[in-house]
């Protein structure tokens, strides 16, 4: 447990927060305690997230799934209230460690250990089952062990069996190692599917930390799931048959909890028959924050509530109802030791992750070098080979930027841009803007975003001229699209499209403008005229939107081949030949398909050429797409991402250059004088995000790194005031563009998917992304004003 930070609240309705135990991407978990003495472990989720209607619906769920499921073996809901300001959950404080944990303490667990995990998991799932529940998430990480057994803790993505789900049938989420083949094809997931999971998580126990499907990269990970056998060789043999049969592909051949259970028989449990001294030692250790070394002084009451509207939450160190601006780190947090404990939360169990960057930078001119003053140096480096790890050494840095300033913005961001002085933040529901000082330009403008877009390379809006272009929905209700330009001074629509002679999909997205048009790119379905209930194909449709003339200029349609397609519209930073790529994605083989097609700009976008995409046929190595002019071209040919970075020449569609080695790039931005290409990825074998400067013309690497990420993150680069930022998963990186080496971190909030669009911007010396407490703004040199 740490201790309460400046911005932590020290009340939770009636609880007094004694420390905080983790967070998560919905919100912190703290310590609570009752008047009565109670011990809770209490979820708050993000003040931003608040005021999002279908956050608040998926928080409801989960806090009903928690109540419904509650039992002896989980953490049950003591109290909650999901309609307050700010939501929150409280549950029994169960202290223990994470099966996970555990494994990494004391190694494979023994036979007779398994067996009462079988039993005890079992009984658990039985209560989750009939109360119409499947956990969807079942993993090591998970399960919970504790002086009187499992205990299954994190209903955050359950879903119901009357078929209410907290994410779209066809989506693919939980943890690939621990999916069932149903989960990793997208279709619907039963109580089954738990067993499956639970299956994987045995073994993982029995193995002593050996995944029974382990292919390196996710995707190869799922593959296994859905195709292969389990890999069970170091599963004891007594429990191999059982662990083999939870992991039937077919959900029914799978046993059911209730023939686990009773196929085990397990009696009474006392620590001493089960766990081991060492874990004992770790959840007394978890158990004495219950019990504070010294009398703690009385707990005050309360606050009093007035009689007026006031907020539940204060905040510790300032006045109750006074609002508070966490403007970043100042000091990293302390690494956690070997002995974590991790702590059990209704919102699962929480590591806290170690402080501290490190950059692995690599340069070599074919034989290694024990001495040398790059990076850092003023002389350029001379030409590397292709593999990073030819030649790796650490640069260590703490240093954390400090905010200029942060703007309040009351929804999680799903896209941030500007034009000049003003700073354009896109929403679900609202799109923002915010001047150079951090305050608000005009009210926000109402634009519902589909959720079927947000992370798939949909962004709703584009700015150029002093106008911002918008495409969304008018109302949750009403799901229409509606494409309009609204004036950057003022925020007033000066003009939307008549209604299209299409109906518009799922999706829409303003990819961006390129020489006085708008380009939209979306979803249709295509009906028949004669028929409009007679549905007869659907496709990706291009507009080139005139602002001049208030119309569009030309309509492209692209009729889908199979469904699961995908359409992308890439614009260069100048020309006038558009790049449209239709790409399906086969995760049964874990193939990509693709095709590309020249647009002409100029001529009704008519088609110039087509063929298959590079690295067609290849493993998918990244879901990630990138519309707008300094992320697609560079020195006048496309750049795109696939298995690898290809130049592609816009006359014949022809590849100029490849980049070298196995790097699945997921993201890629020219230097502003379109000389150099910076790109950052993975390795699909790799557990590790490489980042490498090419020259544009060649393809040759000018310089290699390393950053000490994961896989399938969200990743993006932006090339501003000579500087290379790259985000992952919510980190920036602020790079010297010559060398590679780095200059400062700051940790933004993480956005949800790994496509873009990512939420942040670089412009004008400044970078801006959004944090918990909204729209931050960080100078190029990540100092504070005046420093």
Same mark, same amino acid.
């Given at each position: 447990?740490?201790?309460?930070?400046?911005?932590?609240?020290?009340?939770?309705?009636?609880?007094?927060?004694?420390?905080?135990?983790?967070?998560?991407?919905?919100?912190?978990?703290?310590?609570?305690?009752?008047?009565?003495?109670?011990?809770?472990?209490?979820?708050?989720?993000?003040?931003?997230?608040?005021? !999002?209607?279908?956050?608040?619906?998926?928080?409801?769920?989960?806090?009903?799934?928690?109540?419904?499921?509650?039992?002896?073996?989980?953490?049950?809901?003591?109290?909650?209230?999901?309609?307050?300001?700010?939501?929150?959950?409280?549950?029994?404080?169960?202290?223990?460690?994470?099966?996970?944990?555990?494994?990494?303490?004391?190694?494979?667990?023994?036979?007779?250990?398994?067996?009462?995990?079988?039993?005890?998991?079992?009984?658990?799932?039985?209560?989750?089952?009939?109360?119409?529940?499947?956990?969807?998430?079942?993993?090591?990480?998970?399960?919970?062990?504790?002086?009187?057994?499992?205990?299954?803790?994190?209903?955050?993505?359950?879903?119901?069996?009357?078929?209410?789900?907290?994410?779209?049938?066809?989506? =693919?989420?939980?943890?690939?190692?621990?999916?069932?083949?149903?989960?990793?094809?997208?279709?619907?997931?039963?109580?089954?599917?738990?067993?499956?999971?639970?299956?994987?998580?045995?073994?993982?126990?029995?193995?002593?930390?050996?995944?029974?499907?382990?292919?390196?990269?996710?995707?190869?990970?799922?593959?296994?799931?859905?195709?292969?056998?389990?890999?069970?060789?170091?599963?004891?043999?007594?429990?191999?048959?059982? =662990?083999?049969?939870?992991?039937?592909?077919?959900?029914?051949?799978?046993?059911?909890?209730?023939?686990?259970?009773?196929?085990?028989?397990?009696?009474?449990?006392?620590?001493?028959?089960?766990?081991?001294?060492?874990?004992?030692?770790?959840?007394?250790?978890?158990?004495?924050?219950?019990?504070?070394?010294?009398?703690?002084?009385?707990?005050?009451?309360?606050?009093?509530?007035?009689?007026?509207?006031?907020?539940?939450?204060?905040?510790?160190?300032?006045?109750?109802?006074?609002?508070?601006?966490?403007?970043?780190?100042?000091?990293?947090?302390?690494?956690?030791?070997?002995?974590?404990?991790?702590?059990?939360?209704?919102?699962?169990?929480?590591?806290?992750?170690?402080?501290?960057?490190?950059?692995?930078?690599?340069?070599?001119?074919?034989?290694?070098?024990?001495?040398?003053?790059?990076?850092?140096?003023?002389?350029?480096?001379?030409?590397?080979?292709?593999?990073?790890?030819?030649?790796?050494?650490?640069?260590?840095?703490?240093?954390?930027?400090?905010?200029?300033?942060?703007?309040?913005?009351?929804?999680?961001?799903? %896209?941030?841009?500007?034009?000049?002085?003003?700073?354009?933040?896109?929403?679900? &529901?609202?799109?923002?803007?915010?001047?150079?000082?951090?305050?608000?330009?005009?009210?926000?403008?109402?634009?519902?975003?589909?959720?079927?877009?947000?992370?798939?390379?949909?962004?709703?809006?584009?700015?150029?001229?002093?106008?911002?272009?918008?495409?969304?929905?008018?109302?949750?209700?009403?799901?229409?699209?509606?494409?309009?330009?609204?004036d950057l001074a003022t925020g007033t629509v000066t003009w939307t499209l008549p209604k299209p002679d299409l109906r518009i999909g799922a999706s829409a997205s303003?990819?961006?403008?390129?020489?006085?048009?708008?380009?939209?790119?979306?979803?249709?379905?295509?009906?028949?005229?004669?028929?409009?209930?007679?549905?007869?194909?659907?496709?990706?449709?291009? /507009?080139?939107?005139?602002?001049?003339?208030?119309?569009?200029?030309?309509?492209?349609?692209?009729?889908?081949?199979?469904?699961?397609?995908?359409?992308?519209?890439?614009?260069?930073?100048?020309?006038?030949?558009?790049?449209?790529?239709?790409?399906?994605?086969?995760?049964?083989?874990?193939? &990509?398909?693709?095709?590309?097609?020249?647009?002409?700009?100029?001529?009704?976008?008519?088609?110039?050429?087509? %063929?298959?995409?590079?690295?067609?046929?290849?493993? =998918?190595?990244?879901?990630?797409?990138?519309?707008?002019?300094?992320?697609?071209?560079?020195?006048?040919?496309?750049?795109?991402?696939?298995?690898?970075?290809?130049?592609? !020449?816009?006359?014949?569609? &022809?590849?100029? /250059?490849?980049?070298?080695?196995? /790097?699945?790039?997921?993201?890629?931005?020219?230097?502003?004088?379109?000389?150099?290409?910076?790109?950052?990825?993975?390795?699909?074998?790799?557990?590790?995000?490489?980042?490498?400067?090419?020259?544009?013309?060649?393809?040759?690497?000018?310089?290699?790194?390393?950053?000490?990420?994961?896989?399938?993150? !969200?990743?993006?680069?932006?090339?501003?005031? !000579?500087?290379?930022?790259?985000?992952?998963?919510? &980190?920036? /990186?602020?790079?010297?563009?010559?060398?590679?080496s780095p200059r400062w971190t700051f940790d933004f909030h993480a956005s949800g998917g790994t496509s873009t669009p990512v939420p942040f911007w670089a412009s004008?010396?400044?970078?801006?992304?959004?944090?918990?407490?909204?729209?931050?703004?960080?100078?190029?040199?990540?100092?504070?004003?005046?420093?």
């Amino acid at each position: 447990m740490r201790r309460l930070e400046p911005a932590d609240p020290t009340w939770i309705g009636p609880y007094a927060l004694l420390g905080r135990l983790g967070a998560g991407a919905m919100g912190s978990v703290y310590l609570g305690r009752s008047a009565g003495g109670r011990t809770v472990a209490v979820k708050l989720i993000r003040p931003e997230l608040a005021g !999002d209607a279908r956050f608040r619906a998926r928080f409801r769920a989960e806090v009903a799934a928690a109540r419904a499921a509650s039992s002896a073996f989980t953490a049950p809901v003591v109290d909650a209230d999901t309609d307050a300001p700010v939501p929150w959950m409280a549950t029994v404080f169960v202290p223990g460690v994470a099966l996970d944990e555990a494994v990494r303490l004391v190694g494979a667990f023994p036979e007779h250990v398994v067996r009462i995990l079988v039993a005890g998991i079992a009984e658990e799932l039985k209560s989750i089952h009939a109360a119409g529940l499947t956990h969807r998430d079942l993993k090591p990480s998970n399960i919970l062990l504790a002086l009187d057994g499992p205990h299954i803790i994190d209903f955050g993505i359950s879903r119901a069996a009357d078929g209410t789900a907290l994410t779209a049938e066809g989506a =693919i989420f939980g943890t690939p190692a621990f999916m069932s083949p149903e989960q990793a094809m997208g279709r619907r997931a039963g109580p089954a599917s738990d067993v499956f999971s639970l299956g994987s998580t045995l073994a993982y126990a029995a193995s002593g930390g050996t995944w029974p499907f382990d292919g390196g990269h996710p995707l190869e990970v799922l593959r296994k799931v859905v195709s292969e056998e389990p890999d069970l060789a170091a599963v004891p043999g007594g429990v191999r048959l059982l =662990i083999a049969a939870c992991l039937a592909k077919a959900p029914g051949d799978r046993p059911t909890p209730r023939q686990l259970a009773a196929s085990q028989g397990a009696g009474p449990l006392s620590p001493g028959t089960w766990l081991h001294p060492v874990l004992v030692s770790a959840i007394e250790e978890a158990a004495a924050v219950m019990t504070p070394v010294a009398a703690p002084a009385p707990l005050p009451p309360p606050p009093v509530a007035p009689t007026g509207p006031q907020p539940l939450v204060t905040t510790a160190g300032s006045a109750a109802g006074s609002p508070t601006v966490r403007l970043g780190h100042t000091t990293p947090p302390p690494r956690p030791g070997r002995r974590k404990v991790l702590l059990g939360l209704a919102g699962g169990a929480v590591a806290l992750a170690g402080a501290g960057t490190a950059l692995y930078l690599t340069r070599t001119t074919g034989q290694r070098e024990q001495s040398q003053d790059f990076p850092g140096s003023q002389n350029p480096p001379p030409t590397p080979v292709a593999d990073p790890s030819d030649y790796t050494r650490s640069l260590e840095t703490t240093v954390a930027a400090t905010p200029l300033w942060t703007s309040p913005v009351p929804e999680p961001l799903i %896209q941030v841009t500007g034009d000049g002085d003003t700073i354009v933040a896109a929403g679900m &529901k609202s799109v923002w803007a915010i001047d150079r000082a951090g305050q608000q330009r005009w009210q926000p403008l109402t634009n519902y975003s589909s959720p079927h877009g947000i992370g798939g390379g949909d962004s709703p809006v584009a700015v150029g001229g002093g106008t911002a272009y918008v495409i969304g929905y008018t109302s949750p209700g009403d799901l229409s699209y509606v494409f309009k330009a609204v004036d950057l001074a003022t925020g007033t629509v000066t003009w939307t499209l008549p209604k299209p002679d299409l109906r518009i999909g799922a999706s829409a997205s303003v990819v961006g403008l390129l020489d006085g048009l708008v380009y939209v790119r979306g979803d249709a379905s295509l009906f028949d005229p004669k028929d409009p209930l007679k549905y007869r194909y659907g496709a990706d449709f291009v /507009w080139a939107v005139d602002p001049a003339a208030r119309r569009i200029r030309w309509q492209n349609l692209h009729q889908r081949d199979e469904v699961g397609s995908q359409g992308r519209l890439y614009l260069p930073s100048s020309g006038s030949r558009l790049l449209f790529e239709s790409a399906s994605y086969n995760l049964e083989t874990l193939k &990509k398909a693709g095709r590309l097609e020249a647009l002409d700009a100029g001529d009704g976008g008519k088609s110039l050429w087509q %063929q298959l995409a590079p690295g067609t046929g290849a493993v =998918i190595t990244n879901l990630s797409f990138f519309c707008d002019g300094p992320h697609s071209s560079a020195a006048g040919r496309f750049l795109y991402l696939a298995d690898r970075l290809y130049a592609v !020449d816009p006359a014949d569609g &022809k590849v100029v /250059w490849q980049s070298p080695g196995e /790097w699945a790039f997921q993201t890629a931005v020219a230097s502003t004088d379109g000389a150099t290409v910076y790109a950052a990825g993975t390795h699909y074998a790799k557990v590790r995000t490489v980042v490498q400067a090419l020259d544009a013309k060649t393809g040759a690497v000018r310089w290699s790194g390393s950053l000490p990420m994961g896989m399938l993150q !969200d990743m993006a680069a932006h090339f501003s005031d !000579d500087t290379l930022y790259i985000w992952i998963h919510g &980190k920036v /990186w602020a790079l010297d563009p010559v060398t590679g080496s780095p200059r400062w971190t700051f940790d933004f909030h993480a956005s949800g998917g790994t496509s873009t669009p990512v939420p942040f911007w670089a412009s004008g010396g400044r970078i801006y992304g959004p944090t918990d407490n909204g729209l931050a703004a960080i100078a190029a040199d990540g100092k504070p004003a005046h420093s």
